[in-house]
């Protein structure tokens, strides 16, 4: 098995706008995600300050990749955590010249240990689209487990699609690196 990507989390700020604004606009992530296809011009900025927003409320957070040199990875989401249920729904993007090495796996790793050791999160979640993949090896090399299948439910653009959900708790194994 090949070395795991060395990579650090940093917590998001204003100068990885530019690495988010490219990575939001790769079409790989315009199709399984959340965000508007084509984003705005606007879309960062305004996406970055809610984000902040709920950092500060402890609701939402996201963080930078970073390799050994500073330079951007990926990113590493928390779009929803609940402090009260002890739950967060994770996920992450990862530019397409960083994909096939692994730094998906590696990065929802690093967020997930930071979930559970930073939040206290019981139960960590992912929503992946069912026709994603790559990002469902990720989830399975990250230590998720598959629970199922929600029909219909992700609407985005006129269009409906089913999407997986997989969770990962603390007392289960830690994944096979």
């Not at 590493?76 to 090495?101: I, K, M, N, W």
């Not at 692994?102 to 930073?118: I, K, P």
Request: hydrophobic residues 40%; contains cysteine; aromatic residues 10%.
């Amino acid at each position: 098995m090949p070395d795991r990507p060395q990579l650090r989390l940093q917590p998001m700020t204003e100068r990885h706008l530019a690495d988010f604004a490219g990575v939001v606009n790769d079409p790989e992530v315009a199709r399984f995600t959340r965000f508007p296809a084509p984003a705005p011009d606007t879309f960062a900025r305004e996406w970055y300050a809610r984000y902040e927003a709920g950092r500060l409320a402890g609701t939402h957070e996201a963080f930078a990749a970073l390799d050994p040199d500073g330079r951007f990875v990926g990113l590493a989401l928390a779009p929803h955590l609940d402090a009260e249920a002890r739950e967060a729904e994770l996920g992450y993007l990862v530019p397409v010249e960083q994909r096939g090495r692994g730094v998906a796996s590696e990065l929802l790793r690093q967020l997930t240990d930071w979930a559970f050791a930073e939040r206290e999160i019981l139960r960590a979640g992912l929503v992946i689209d069912v026709e994603n993949v790559a990002s469902q090896r990720v989830a399975v090399r990250a230590g998720y487990r598959h629970e199922g299948t929600m029909r219909s439910t992700y609407f985005k653009q006129g269009l409906r699609s089913d999407v997986q959900i997989w969770s990962r708790l603390p007392s289960d194994p830690p994944p096979d690196c």
